[in-house]
């Protein structure tokens, strides 16, 4: 098993930046991909952000491309964090941060392919 913990996030005025991290545990060694997700009220889960724990390569989704960074710990490989810069309303969710077994070759996630979830972390980016 995977255990995933999620901490910083915030409130922001729109423009502003906001940082997620993510602590991972436990059999970290079968975690091919580590994604962040968000969820905003009344809507479904997406991901944003995703990085292949093998080759290091990370994958956007276009609305967040050249804004959002998601890079992992030097030291210990598997944690990872999301940089949130030039933040939008649109923004506004609870984010999650989860694993996956197999790699992640694409920008998109699919949610079902993640097994393993952290509790999630607010972020709200007012206008």
């Known amino acids: 098993q995977v255990q995933l913990v999620e901490s910083g996030g915030g409130s922001v005025e729109a423009g502003g930046s906001l940082r997620v991290s993510c602590v991972v545990s436990?059999?970290?060694?079968?975690?091919?991909?580590m994604g962040w997700f968000r969820q905003a009220p009344g809507k479904e889960r997406e991901g944003v952000a995703s990085?292949?724990?093998?080759?290091?390569?990370?994958?956007y989704r276009d609305f967040v491309a050249g804004r959002f960074t998601i890079s992992r710990d030097n030291a210990k490989k598997i944690d990872v964090s999301l940089q949130m810069d030039a933040l939008k309303p649109e923004d506004t969710g609870t984010y999650y941060c989860?694993?996956?077994?197999?790699?992640?070759?694409?920008?998109?996630?699919?949610?079902?392919?993640?097994?393993?979830w952290g509790q999630g972390t607010q972020v709200t980016v007012s206008s």
């Open positions: 990085l292949n724990t093998l080759s290091g390569r990370t994958y």
């Open positions: 436990g059999d970290t060694s079968s975690v091919g991909c």
């Open positions: 989860a694993s996956s077994r197999a790699l992640c070759r694409r920008s998109y996630l699919e949610t079902e392919d993640f097994v393993y």
